[in-house]
């Protein structure tokens, strides 16, 4: 378990309260009792995706926790899904871009300054294909992004292949393997490690993924044996030597929570 770390994607959600935070819990003191009461030593920040957040913001979260926790961030989608969106009707305006990933680089310094930051993870939508093009941007943002670690979730199937595995290794970047429904132009569940990180997440397998609002498109509590069945998988992956982050991202009425702290009790025995 040493080199294991399990957490949820996002902590604040408004169908948490009076379930999995206690009933009067100030918003204020969830993430400390994220870490301190359930036991979490990692958070995946997911309010990233959907906003660049101010530096003080940053620098607040890192203080609510210990200095063994780790946050990871996920990239902001002016850079990771808006520029290949072509129900947007424009071309990726490459200076916007660029803006982007500067001020998303300056509103994780308090992370990194603390020493907390494991990695970013750089989600590219089902839009997004295979290309020598998409590779170009890729290595663009780890270019302009430095030296951070980086991490990459796949949303289209036609990336699960052996030359991207191989452009991962070559690049340094970690690759995100992903349980999702086992629907046509999704990522399949494929366990490779490409850098120093192992990432594993869960979305859950709700079969009304593409017409579900955002809500419910992660409106999944895995079984018990569900749960057990990725254990060779985690060994696996642990034994390459990488730090191994596993997130529940199938947030809905608190089900990452509740499979989160399942999963460490499982590992505890069979690793």
Avoid at 4 to 30: C, H, M, V
Avoid at 42 to 65: F, G, R
Avoid at 158 to 182: I, M, Q, R, S
């Amino acid at each position: 378990m040493q080199n294991i770390k399990i957490g949820t994607s996002g902590f604040s959600f408004p169908d948490w309260r009076n379930n999995i935070y206690p009933a009067g819990l100030p918003q204020k003191d969830e993430l400390r009792y994220y870490a301190n009461e359930l036991k979490f030593n990692c958070l995946e920040i997911n309010v990233t995706y959907y906003t660049i957040i101010q530096e003080k913001s940053a620098a607040a979260i890192t203080e609510k926790t210990g200095d063994d926790f780790e946050f990871v961030v996920k990239g902001y989608k002016g850079f990771t899904h808006d520029p290949f969106d072509n129900r947007l009707d424009k071309k990726p305006d490459q200076e916007k871009i660029k803006e982007y990933i500067e001020k998303f680089k300056s509103s994780i310094k308090p992370f990194i300054k603390a020493n907390k930051l494991g990695c970013i993870l750089l989600q590219f939508p089902v839009f997004f294909y295979p290309s020598q093009e998409s590779k170009d941007y890729i290595l663009n943002c780890k270019k302009m992004l430095g030296n951070i670690k980086i991490v990459i979730e796949f949303r289209n199937s036609g990336w699960a292949k052996k030359e991207t595995f191989e452009f991962l290794k070559y690049n340094n970047l970690g690759f995100c393997v992903v349980d999702e429904p086992k629907l046509p132009r999704l990522m399949p569940f494929v366990n490779e490690v490409t850098s120093d990180i192992a990432y594993l997440r869960f979305h859950g397998r709700n079969k009304n993924w593409f017409n579900a609002p955002t809500s419910e498109r992660y409106n999944y509590l895995y079984t018990d044996d569900e749960l057990k069945e990725f254990l060779p998988e985690i060994r696996k992956m642990a034994s390459s030597g990488a730090k191994t982050y596993i997130f529940f991202n199938n947030c809905h009425a608190g089900s990452a929570v509740k499979n989160a702290m399942k999963m460490k009790d499982l590992l505890k025995f069979e690793i």
